[in-house]
Nanobody, 124 residues
């Protein structure tokens, strides 16, 4: 059974940092891309970052480039998203997702499987 479980969200002041984790079970990360997207109230879903399953190349939406870093720990079957220099506009529920068993590259076209999300709130 494919399962993705996010953790690491919380309340942080502007300029602060958080480290989100996505624990994957049901398949190994090799060859499968994992993406992060966020959903804020009243706004459309926004793809934030993605790490390609084949070559490990990372992708970011322009608004987070230089501030967020995605990484993959194959030994723990976990993907991390480091959030630095956070801004109030980063406030959202963050989800990790995959299109397993398809070996799509980034950006993910479907988000077939996703976790329950973790809330990130940036506020003073």
């Amino acid at each position: 059974q494919v399962q993705l479980v996010e953790s690491g969200g919380g309340l942080v002041q502007p300029g602060g940092s958080l480290r989100l984790s996505c624990a994957v079970s049901g398949f190994t990360l090799d060859y499968y891309s994992i993406g992060w997207f966020r959903q804020a109230p009243g706004k459309e879903r926004e793809g934030v970052s993605c790490i390609d399953g084949t070559d490990g190349i990372t992708h970011y939406v322009d608004s987070v480039k230089g501030r967020f870093t995605i990484s993959r720990d194959n030994a723990k079957n976990t993907v991390h998203l480091q959030l630095d220099s956070l801004k109030p506009e980063d406030t959202a529920v963050y989800f990790c997702a995959t299109d397993w068993p398809y070996t799509y590259g980034c950006p993910l076209p479907r988000y077939d499987y996703r976790g329950q999300g973790t809330q990130v709130t940036v506020s003073s």
